[in-house]
């Protein structure tokens, strides 16, 4: 059984740091790319970041670009998610998302139950 277990959220102020982690179980996480999407109250989902299986291919919107960096270790099958210059518009419940294979363009398939972000002061 596939399964994804997101941490490291909390809160923090404007301009702060976070670091999100997504352990990974049941499948061979090597073999597949992986995001990272958002929820903000009231709104659907947001992609924020993608990678292939190396780590070395990674993708981002224009609204995280520069202050967000994706990366993995897949020794340990774990997932981060470094998250510089937070603004409050940064608030959301963030997912770790599987593909269905090693292209960040395939369709995501699975995501862990989340973890909550809330940037304010």
């Known amino acids: 059984e596939v399964q994804l277990v997101e941490s490291g959220g909390g809160l923090v102020q404007p301009g702060g740091s976070l670091r999100l982690s997504c352990v990974a179980s049941g499948f061979t996480f090597s073999d597949y790319a992986m995001s990272w999407v958002r929820q903000a109250p009231g709104k659907g989902l947001e992609w924020v970041s993608a990678c292939n299986p190396g780590g070395d291919m990674r993708t981002y919107p224009d609204s995280v670009s520069g202050r967000f960096t994706i990366s993995r270790d897949n020794a340990k099958n774990t997932l981060y998610l470094q998250m510089n210059s937070l603004k409050p518009e940064d608030t959301a419940i963030y997912y770790c998302?599987?593909?269905?294979?090693?292209?960040?363009?395939?369709?995501?398939?699975?995501r862990g139950q989340g973890t909550q972000v809330t940037v304010s002061s």
């Open positions: 998302t599987k593909h269905t294979g090693n292209s960040i363009w395939y369709q995501r398939d699975k």
